[in-house]
Nanobody, 119 residues
Framework: QVQLVESGGGLVQPGGSLRLSCAASGSIFSINAMRWYRQAPGKERELVATITSGGTNYADSVKGRFTISRDNAKNTVYLQMNSLKPEDTAVYYC??????????????WGQGTQVTVSS
């Protein structure tokens, strides 16, 4: 069994910062890509950032403000969010491609953490 657990969400004023964490646990042989998505009320889920062994990618809307990183020893991915705007308000989900000793990579999702940017 594999679980992804997010933490770090909350209420922050415009211009503020938050750091999200997502820890994978369980029967894990290896992890390939790790990603952060978000879903705002009434909108579709969108890809925010991706990290692989080859590097990182970001949505245009967060470039220069958000930074994705990972600690492979802890099976954890982070999302540092700076200069937050009200339009960043959403539920943030982590996603990871995990080989659970099955010989293939399956996609797992966290439960989501709410980020609200408001004065």
């Amino acid at each position: 069994q594999v679980q992804l657990v997010e933490s770090g969400g909350g209420l922050v004023q415009p211009g503020g910062s938050l750091r999200l964490s997502c820890a994978a646990s369980g029967s894990i042989f290896s992890i390939n890509a790790m990603r952060w998505y978000r879903q705002a009320p009434g909108k579709e889920r969108e890809l925010v950032a991706t990290i692989t062994s080859g590097g990182t990618n970001y949505a245009d809307s967060v470039k220069g403000r958000f930074t994705i990183s990972r600690d492979n020893a802890k099976n954890t991915v982070y999302l540092q969010m700076n200069s937050l705007k009200p339009e960043d308000t959403a539920v943030y989900y982590c996603n990871a491609e995990i080989n659970s000793y099955s010989g293939r990579y399956d996609v797992y999702w966290g439960q989501g953490t709410q980020v609200t940017v408001s004065s």
